[in-house]
């Protein structure tokens, strides 16, 4: 089982900027990625990081998300999604979310869910 804490949802205006923070637990190498669903919408992936490094982004995120990993320690790894330039149609609850044996590029590319899933939080990107 791999616990999530996410964080850094909210309410921003068109070009502002939010970060997101997701601390995945329980094992020692963890891929993670974010994936996010507006109302009505079906769910997509965002962007990923696997424990190598390797990073994959959405093409309707590339130079406006980074993802990047703060800290790891033994069993507990921080990452982040950076979010900058949004726009409203970035507007849908984002979840953090994890696999332990399958790297994370690979799952986005494929279109494949990940394993283990964070609750989620709220983006809301006003004009």
């Known amino acids: 089982q791999v616990y999530f804490l996410e964080s850094g949802g909210g309410s921003v205006q068109v070009g502002g900027s939010l970060r997101l923070s997701c601390v995945a637990s329980?094992?020692?190498?963890?891929?993670v990625g974010w994936f996010r669903q507006a109302p009505g919408k079906q769910r997509e992936a965002v962007a990923g990081i696997d424990s190598d490094g390797s990073v994959t982004y959405a093409d309707f995120v590339k130079g406006r998300f980074t993802i990047g990993k703060d800290s790891v320690s033994a069993l507990s790894h921080t990452f982040h999604l950076q979010m900058n330039s949004l726009k409203p149609e970035d507007t849908a609850v984002y979840y953090c979310a994890a696999d332990v044996g399958r790297r994370m590029t690979g799952l986005q590319a494929l279109g494949y869910s990940p394993d283990f899933w964070g609750q989620g939080t709220q983006v809301t990107v006003s004009s």
């Open positions: 329980g094992y020692k190498y963890i891929n």
